[in-house]
């Protein structure tokens, strides 16, 4: 057998870079994961299932496993509708405005799913502001509507549709034009030609956008946290918070085993993604150069005012909603202009200490997230291209997982791996390290999906061209590798920033006084009874949130292909 | 001197041999053109000169360095054996001006300012790219892209210029230009050129001599007009130039002539002196003459106009396929006689 480092330019600092940052990393994402594994099958360092046993015996366990799976799967159902229905419409006919249409339709996926619950229940509901404004408000003492199963449901459906939007939107467009060329000149006509080609060839990237749709519904803690709580409503992942944040780490052993019942559903999720995504890259060949464009006749303009409503309807109106409670003086207090005032806004963005720490905590963690992301990823990434060695191979499809697996479960691993560090009595629990690494972790993927799509198109006679005219390891990489890849790492940097920044679920079960982060605030807040302090919180995040979004699609063209999620 | 001494090299690929017992020379100052189909291994042997590749087997000497050996497990990685190598995507780097793609392997060697400035301009005007310095490689078209790709490697003083298939990728006009660069650089600087083409007419033009390669393997390795003249084996016959190659029977040798019977013609061949056996002989158009008296009865298959003359394809009464160029312009049925002229005749298995 060849070594490693003889097949491939016998340059061995490359192959000791690379071990030596693979093992940084697969600390950081795997290690984790496998902590949590051995708490689940061992009892007191013996190996035993009894406590798994036991807790999946309890009917809390039960019923919380079957509310997650109904509201995950019955939202995917929603997510699924509404995404492929636009996606279908976007990817293949002559809409005009494209661009402007799929970057609002990226905004539900970018906003925090706290504030996207927070949002929603200000536009329904007896006391909500923007209702009495309108005087259409339910009488009181009418139920909150969304406080249900149902309400969980339509909102999950809200939040995810944009994963389906995506994943099917690239998958047709990688439908080679002449194929359905090929259809259109055999005869076939408008709905046949979608029928009988375009949806078969789309099904594998159908499926694997609704099997990723419902892992990332199932570990969703913001949503069912916000509406579910006040239902008495319990799924998984917010069963889990309300035991930690009832008892604390006496029942840490119970909550392992419920984080690996999620993490069980969540990856048979993306096993079945995976397959369905390698069953997509077969037998695609063809130019795909020019986007399909069927032409909608007299339908185009109806088509495209139902689709800047629905658009109106889920990004616009809770807004508004958003807006209203943050204005008025006291929750419940009809909007005019009398009582206008930025009370709540002055209130919670200049005198509340607890939200300038977050803010503080939040920005420090996405921040330095992204920085250390950065240096870990573009080297990796690169030397994982360079030198596929089995190691690599096996971290490239493992290192998904944090980022993929729900936040508690990622959460609960952390906790377990950090609370004793190993050889020492310290803790890290309880500090905002905990936080730090648990982002590290979750957002690796976020951050080297990018990065290795730009270097997956770099020419490798790039590097060779410096090696060749006696350029070391590092100089390539300082003066060739890093400048090529930074508008990869560039965008890449922001959104684990923008992620980061808004995260609520792996901090809301890390975090103790004075390392909250602007998720735990809102949800804080709200949980508490501020709603206009929460909603003029919110609204100053989605700002945010949209800017980030925006700088990006700026620079968007400046990138490679496949680095900006939204422009796949 | 850099001589490149090459013995039994050899390289498998997960298990595929790519190269198999090279062992040649490659002497000091020679334009060296590696000239085979695609998968014969010559960018393998190329890549292998560079460092980009280890061998599996053999080892590999540059000058009075060892370059890398199987055996020890040597390997000279690319940056420390100061040599040229040219791209056929050329790998300008995108974010450098052509100045700085040209400077960098001097910056890379801690040359002083003043030295790189002087040995950069010297670059730059030696491929007449003065005027483009400021200039970013996608502002450039492929023949000045190509030539800062040449500036930069010859900036260096490399003791051997590796070249993978560098005018691929430019249109044909701009070809014979950039083949004219080529030649007039390495007759400047005397450089050892090892330069890899799957275009033979590319081969011939400007290389010393050619090694063919096939099947991982040097078929031959020999100046082009002893390779067109004299062709070792079957698979250069038909390589190399036009050319068909047909079985020969009865062979009679008279002194230092050689007759054979060539599809039922008797005619006098030529063979190297070495070959004690000949079993085939490759027919060009320079051995056929189209005569109504020509013993090979055959008839018109195609006729193509190459620009000013025609070549023919033609199929003889038994079956074989022959290329003949002619002046006067047939048509595709006629029938007429083709008459042989001392073909070159080597042996097969």
């Known amino acids: 057998m060849m070594s490693v480092a003889q097949q491939n330019g016998g340059s061995r600092s490359e192959a000791r870079l690379l071990s030596a940052i693979l093992i940084v990393a697969i600390c950081l994402t795997l290690a984790p994961v496998l902590r949590l594994f051995v708490e689940g099958v061992t009892d007191q360092g013996r190996p035993s299932l009894t406590l798994m046993r036991d807790v999946l015996a309890q009917p809390s366990t039960l019923s919380a496993l079957k509310h997650s799976l109904v509201t995950a799967g019955f939202g995917t159902l929603v997510s699924l509708v509404l995404g492929a229905a636009f996606a279908f419409l976007v990817a293949l006919t002559d809409l005009r405005a494209k661009a402007a249409l799929v970057f609002c339709l990226m905004i539900p996926m970018m906003i925090p799913p706290q504030i996207t619950a927070l949002s929603w229940t200000q536009i329904m509901g007896p006391s909500s502001v923007l209702l009495k404004t309108l005087g259409i408000a339910p009488p009181l003492g009418a139920p909150q509507p969304l406080y249900s199963p149902q309400g969980i449901i339509f909102l999950l459906g809200i939040q995810h549709m944009s994963i389906i939007f995506l994943t099917l939107r690239a998958g047709l467009r990688s439908i080679p034009q002449d194929v359905v060329e090929a259809a259109r000149i055999s005869g076939a006509k408008g709905l046949r030609t979608w029928w009988q080609v375009v949806m078969p060839l789309t099904l594998p990237s159908l499926a694997a956008g609704t099997a990723i749709t419902f892992v990332t519904a199932l570990g969703n803690f913001g949503i069912p946290a916000m509406l579910g709580i006040p239902a008495d409503y319990a799924t998984l992942p917010t069963l889990v918070y309300q035991k930690l944040a009832g008892m604390g780490t006496t029942v840490l052993a119970e909550v392992s085993v419920l984080a690996m019942l999620i993490g069980a559903v969540a990856v048979a999720g993306i096993l079945l993604q995976r397959l369905c995504q390698s069953r997509q890259r077969l037998h695609l060949v063809g130019s795909t150069s020019r986007p399909l464009a069927l032409p909608l006749g007299a339908a185009r303009l109806p088509v495209e005012i139902l689709l800047w409503a629905v658009v109106f309807a889920i990004l616009v109106l809770p807004m508004f909603g958003l807006l209203a409670t943050s204005l008025v003086p006291a929750y419940g207090v009809t909007l005019r202009f009398d009582t206008v005032t930025l009370a709540s806004w002055y209130e919670v963005l200049f005198r509340q200490p607890v939200t300038s720490r977050a803010f503080a905590n939040s920005f420090g963690l996405a921040a330095g997230a992204s920085a250390v992301l950065v240096m870990i990823c573009l080297p990796l990434a690169w030397l994982m291209e360079r030198r596929k060695t089995r190691l690599a191979r096996l971290f490239d499809s493992l290192l998904d997982l944090p980022y993929a697996l729900p936040g508690v479960v990622l959460s609960i691993a952390m906790i377990l791996l950090l609370i004793k560090l190993p050889f020492t009595e310290a803790t890290l629990y309880g500090t905002i390290w905990i936080i730090f690494l648990a982002y590290l972790a979750r957002f690796f993927a976020v951050m080297f999906r990018p990065v290795q799509a730009s270097l997956k198109q770099f020419d490798p006679a790039m590097d060779e061209a410096a090696q060749s005219v006696g350029a070391s390891l590092y100089r390539r990489l300082r003066d060739v590798i890093f400048p090529l890849s930074a508008p990869a790492a560039a965008a890449g940097a922001i959104l684990v920033f923008l992620t980061a920044f808004n995260e609520l679920t792996v901090s809301a079960l890390l975090w103790s006084s004075g390392t909250e982060t602007l998720g735990v605030v809102i949800f804080n807040l709200d949980d508490s009874g501020e709603t206009g302090m929460a909603s003029a919180l919110a609204m100053t995040i989605v700002f945010v949130v949209i800017v980030l979004m925006a700088l990006i699609q700026l620079f968007s063209r400046r990138f490679p292909k496949g680095v900006v999620p939204w422009q796949t | ?349």
């Open chain 2, 1 to 349: 001197m850099a001589d490149i001494d090459l013995s039994s090299v050899g390289k498998t690929f997960a298990g595929t041999p790519a190269l198999q017992d090279i062992t040649t020379r490659f002497d000091d100052g020679e334009f060296i053109a590696l000239l085979g189909p695609s998968g014969c291994g010559k960018t393998t042997l190329l890549r292998i000169l560079a460092g980009f590749e280890t061998p599996t087997s053999g080892q590999i000497r540059i000058g009075a360095r060892e370059m890398a050996n199987a055996q020890t497990g040597v390997s000279l990685p690319p940056e420390e054996r100061n040599i040229g190598f040219v791209f056929q995507s050329y790998a300008l780097w995108p974010h450098m001006s052509v100045w700085r793609n040209v400077s960098y392997p001097l910056e890379i060697r801690r040359f002083s300012k003043s030295e790189i400035a002087r040995q950069t301009d010297a670059a730059l005007a030696s491929t007449g790219l003065e005027a483009y310095a400021d200039r970013m490689p996608s502002d450039l078209s492929g023949g000045q892209r190509q030539r800062v790709a040449l500036a930069r490697c010859l900036v260096s003083d490399p003791c051997a210029v590796l070249l993978d298939e560098p005018l691929a990728n430019l249109d044909v006009a701009l070809r014979a230009t950039m083949q004219g660069v080529f030649t007039d650089f390495h007759k400047r600087t005397g450089a050892t050129m090892v330069y890899v083409t799957h275009d033979q007419a590319e081969a011939m033009a400007m290389a010393d001599r050619i090694a063919v390669m096939d099947q991982g393997r040097i078929q031959q390795f020999d100046t082009p007009q002893t390779l067109y003249e004299r062709p070792k084996n079957r698979f250069v016959a038909e390589f190399v130039g036009r050319g068909t190659v047909v079985p020969v029977q009865e062979v009679t040798q008279a002194g230092g002539a050689r007759q054979a019977r060539i599809l039922g013609a008797e005619v006098a061949v030529q063979s190297a002196r070495a070959e004690k056996q000949v079993s085939h002989v490759c027919l060009r158009p320079e051995n056929l003459t189209i005569s109504e008296s020509g013993d090979l009865r055959s008839k018109v298959a195609r006729v193509t106009y190459m620009g000013g003359k025609y070549l023919l394809e033609t199929v003889t009464d038994c079956g074989a396929r022959l290329f003949a160029e002619t002046r006067a312009r047939f048509d595709v049925g006629a029938q007429l006689g083709l008459t042989i002229t001392t073909p070159w005749a080597f042996s097969e298995d």
